[in-house]
């Protein structure tokens, strides 16, 4: 089947990732609700370029390991698994950190940098490398591979995954950072700023990184080749 009749669906893929969310409810939205509170209490490093600089680490970590988690708890769902561990699938996906973080430099900065330039290059490049996470979760490609691979799978259903991968991706950052910023400012309060956060994040980070997982899944096939082949973690 070609990549171009594999387009994915809005509907299919967000109902997919829903029906997963459904499946494993505090798998999936307790570690989003970790990865929210987590970005806002970074946002409380005050001082100079040491601090900025720690502080979109440490925003990175957090956001490329919840990335890992989820890649985890999508191959769990094709296993058919019945329960899950959040603490096994944390185990299993931190060995694809370095990777994703390495990957994401690329993926995720130069666009942005492109975005503050010109509009359409930045999301042109961030649907072309939208997909290097699963890449190196599923085939165990290096980080530049996985970019490499990502972009071969976008090509011929480039609006597709615009409208779906890209656009998830675009709403979890800005709901990240957006609560992370003006949380506290608005409610007056470290605890309610988290708390906020926590649920903000919690309601879309599941279905931005399991949408990108199974996006993947259907332009590459890697659902149906990958199941049989892989142990549940829990």
Known sequence: MSQTSMRPGLS??????????????????????????????????????????????????????????????????????????????????????????????????????????????????????????????????GPFAALGRSSDLVRGCFWGVFAVATTALIVEHAVIHGTAHSGEPVLGSHLLGLVAAGIAVAAVSPFAALTISLVYDRLSGSAEDSAPRRPPVS
């Open 12 to 141: 299919g893929v967000f109902g997919e990732a829903f029906a997963i969310v459904r499946r494993y409810p505090a798998a999936a939205l307790l570690p989003a609700a970790g990865l929210g509170a987590t970005a806002d209490l970074l946002q409380l490093i005050d001082g100079g370029l040491v601090a900025t600089v720690a502080l979109a680490l440490g925003l990175a970590v957090a956001f490329e390991l919840y990335v890992a988690y989820a890649e985890r708890l999508v191959l769990e769902a094709h296993l058919g698994a019945e329960r899950v561990s959040p603490r096994r699938l944390l185990h299993a996906g931190a060995p694809l950190l370095p990777r994703l973080l390495v990957a994401s430099i690329p993926a995720l900065a130069l666009p942005a940098a492109a975005t503050g330039l010109l509009v359409l290059p930045g999301l042109w490049l961030l649907t072309r490398w939208v997909l290097y996470a699963p890449a190196i979760a599923r085939e165990g490609t």
